[in-house]
């Protein structure tokens, strides 16, 4: 019988809804060919909802129809792990399909994805193409883009900025419909998220930094994905609970980084 876990709906294993935890109810429906599974303990003690859509296994996703989602001037996050034992092309976790046709490569609309051959994490718009070529799979990061109102994107992994574009050519406000893990109709499951999602947040407006910074580290405290300072360019780190040799008398003979060990 039908089970709800903080707005997770399953029959048994498998997930039939995802309820929109915001007050706008946007609900995603699982409406593939199979359905998404519910894992219970997947990251850090919290669930996450495994897609299934390795080659050949079927496709599984959840659609929101019509929500009116903006394009540009809007954010969003997810915390995401792409399996790299599928042998999918592309995991695509979330299309912004307009109502004019559903490829958001040639009809202003917008794809966040992983390119699984390249190890990369991008954003798509009519062909342009925002990417990150360091992207790692088998592990959940927390993947990110801000676009403003002209279309300027910050794209994020891991809470780095790690790439940036310009003048991206899309329509302000999707009038079609939203889908999460859902492949190319042309690829179909060869360009779908073979993986899990924990969380997905978005918001209809470039946040500030400040908000992007409270959202970032929400959701590292929850997950415990990175640790709580940016790694990148890190070239030592010394604390006083860690790595610290001293006598019986207190005093410290050597103080180890954590970074190097040395």
Known sequence: FPVTIEGVITNGSEVTAWNDQSPNGNNAQSVGITSPTFISNAINGKPAIRFNNEANAGQSYFSILSPQFNLKNSSCFVVVKQNSTGS?????????????????????????????????????????????????????????????????????????????????????????????????????????????????????????????????????????????????????WLKADVGVTYDGSNNVSLREDIVTGK
């Open 88 to 236: 999918t092309i592309f995991g695509r976790m979330l299309s912004f399909l307009p109502a004019s046709g559903h490829d958001y490569n040639t009809n202003n609309g917008l794809g966040f994805l992983f390119a699984n051959t390249f190890s990369r994490l991008q954003v798509e718009s009519n062909g342009n193409s925002v990417i990150i070529n360091s992207a790692l799979a088998n592990s959940f990061a927390i993947c990110s883009y801000i676009i403003d109102s002209s279309g300027n994107i910050n794209l994020y992994y891991n809470n780095d900025l790690s790439a940036t574009g310009s003048n991206i050519n899309m329509a302000s406000q999707n009038d079609g419909d939203f889908y999460i893990a859902q492949g190319s109709q042309l690829i179909g499951a060869a360009s779908a998220l073979d993986g899990e999602i924990a969380e997905i947040i978005i918001y209809n407006r470039a946040i500030t930094t400040q908000e992007r910074q409270q959202v970032e580290t929400y959701l590292n405290e929850k997950y415990n994905i990175i640790p709580a300072i940016s790694t990148n360019g890190l070239s030592l």
